[in-house]
């Protein structure tokens, strides 16, 4: 497929463990994005990419969500001594660059992590 | 922050009718683009159309059109010929050109097809 690709489909935690959430980005998409989506709520950004590096991670609640992308292709967002607050579909998306022409952010279908 | 406003949380509308959806936003930028996004239950989000706020013409997709009003900073969704398949969440979204890549998103407006 040439789309964006997350996974897991679903995760279960308990409170208090650690989870990755994985994304695969478009081929040649230079750009990454991460959002949360609580629910009822559209997405809120949380951290995004410009290679290998993370250009804007003003969207991270706290320090327990860190999130790299070492290669410049599939990220990993990291989520430290979970909380039930943190149940949401966490979205990613990718953008062929961040100028104009590149600007249009193709999303993956997410990962719903729910912690019990 | 630039903040987006969806006043409809539901619509409703019969196949093959027309339906509106509302979206405003507060900036003090003259430049940015404006989504519209689309979530059906597969919760993943297709974008149907967007728009470049410098340009005057309102954007078009097939049976999708926007009345953008740059003055008002209103962007509504105008989705002609209803379907079935076009039952889903509704996201308007707003992007900064020159002070961040980040989509900001309203709360959404679920939209329910009827045959």
């Known amino acids: 497929g040439a789309g964006v690709s997350q996974t897991p489909s679903n995760k279960v935690t308990e409170k208090g463990k650690y989870v990755e959430l994985r994304c695969d980005p478009i081929s040649g998409h230079t750009a990454l994005y991460w959002y949360r989506q609580s629910l009822g709520q559209g997405p809120e950004f949380l951290i995004y990419f410009q290679g290998t590096g993370a250009a804007d991670d003003s969207g991270l609640p706290n320090d327990r969500f860190f999130a790299v992308r070492p290669e410049g292709s599939v990220s990993t967002l990291k989520i430290q001594r979970t909380e039930r607050g943190d149940s949401a579909v966490y979205l990613c998306a990718s953008s062929l660059g961040l100028l104009a022409g590149g600007q249009v952010q193709f999303f993956g279908p997410g990962t719903r992590l729910t912690v019990l | 922050a630039q903040t987006v406003t969806q006043s409809q949380p539901e619509m409703s509308v019969q196949e093959a009718e027309t339906v509106t959806l509302s979206c405003t936003y507060d900036?003090?930028?003259?430049?940015?683009?404006l989504f519209w996004y689309k979530q059906p239950p597969s919760r993943q989000m297709i974008l149907v159309i967007r728009q470049e706020a410098y340009k005057q013409q309102n954007a078009t997709e097939n049976r999708f059109s926007v009345n953008f009003q740059k003055a008002a900073k209103s962007f509504s969704l105008k989705i002609s010929d209803s379907q079935l398949g076009d039952a889903a969440m509704y996201f308007c979204a707003y992007r900064s050109s020159n002070s961040g890549y980040a989509l900001n998103f309203g709360k959404g407006t679920s939209l329910l097809v009827t045959p």
């Open positions: 900036t003090s930028e003259s430049d940015y683009y």
